[in-house]
């Protein structure tokens, strides 16, 4: 991560198309995990299904807001 003026970016990683369970190649759990030791949030998401689409943006937008506190 590199820092913009003294804040650090907040990231998350979103994982997309989660409905195609059968083409999976990273699992939610891997995912999550590196999520966790990189520090940031992950999402998984499916336009298709309609699933944690909305719930990205403001997890992002939290993990801003928590940078902003720390600067």
Do not use: W, Y
Not at 14 to 43: I, N, P
């Amino acid at each position: 991560h590199e820092a913009v003026g003294d804040q650090l970016p907040a990231f998350v990683l979103v994982g997309h198309k989660c409905d195609l369970v059968d083409e999976r190649t990273v699992s939610a759990e891997e995912a999550g995990h590196l999520a966790a030791t990189l520090g940031m949030d992950f999402v998984e998401t499916s336009a298709h299904s309609n699933l944690n689409v909305e719930l990205a943006f403001p997890t992002l937008a939290g993990g801003i807001q928590q940078a902003l506190g720390q600067g």
